[in-house]
């Protein structure tokens, strides 16, 4: 099965301050799924990537998947308290039967 | 984006009883919706992917009979904890994914589920 390794596991940002999130894959992604969770509530979706060198922004969001297809990043510009929260990276397996394989989740934490 | 829900939000219930999880997709139909679950700040762990029409495929290690998934319409799934145990306790995520544009998947809100 697909693993999925996200770094750092939990960070905190003073507000205004950019942060990046690491999705490391033990397979070739051939789907990368962002999603955002608050705790004890169900996930947003944020983006999805799929081919090598693909990169998405979304207002203040924006995630890259490596060319290699291995690795992807989530970057947050000039974060803000709404940006708190609990992030997901989830992966389609190569079967293509959109069964995703989620890593741990990166928590991250805004100072005001 | 599509919108999905899960019924109840939150439930209690004893050990030995059985208690029955819905999610439903309110404004797309869903051929396929996914059962998850979230022990506390681990990731999600599929549990099975339930199919209009057709029998759940679960995922090794989850117990069928345990976990009665039912896919009875394109916007309803139903899941099922049979017998539960304080185990079982857990956050139930469900997510649909639109049948017009597969690699789009929507979750659900998720169902606390406390055994006591």
């Known amino acids: 099965s697909q693993e999925l390794e996200q770094s750092p596991q939990s960070l905190i940002v003073q507000e205004g301050k950019n942060l990046t999130i690491n999705c490391t894959s033990s397979k070739t992604l051939y789907g990368l799924y962002w999603y955002k969770q608050k705790y004890g509530e169900g996930l947003i979706f944020l983006m999805m990537?799929?081919?090598?060198?693909e990169e998405k922004s979304h207002e203040k969001i924006t995630a890259k998947l490596d060319e290699k297809k291995q690795q992807s990043s989530l970057h947050i510009t000039a974060s803000q308290p709404s940006h708190a929260g609990i992030y997901l990276c989830g992966a389609d397996g190569e079967t293509n039967d959109y069964k995703l394989s989620f890593g741990a989740g990166t928590t991250v934490t805004v100072r005001a | 984006g599509a919108v999905v829900s899960q019924h109840p939000s939150r439930v209690i219930c004893k050990s030995g009883t059985s208690v029955k999880i819905e999610c439903r997709s309110l404004?797309?139909?869903?051929?396929?919706m996914f059962w998850y679950r979230q022990f506390p700040k681990k990731s999600l762990m599929l549990m099975a992917t339930s199919n209009e029409g057709s029998k759940a495929t679960y995922e090794q290690g989850v117990e069928k009979d345990k976990f009665l998934i039912n896919h009875a319409s394109l916007t309803l799934s139903t899941l099922t904890v049979t017998s539960a145990h304080p185990e079982d306790s857990s956050f139930y995520i469900c997510?649909?994914?639109?049948?017009?544009?597969?690699?789009?998947?929507?979750f659900g809100p998720g169902t606390r589920l406390t055994v006591t």
């Open positions: 404004d797309f139909q869903a051929t396929t």
């Open positions: 997510s649909a994914r639109l049948a017009s544009s597969p690699y789009e998947q929507y």
């Open positions: 990537l799929q081919k090598g060198g």
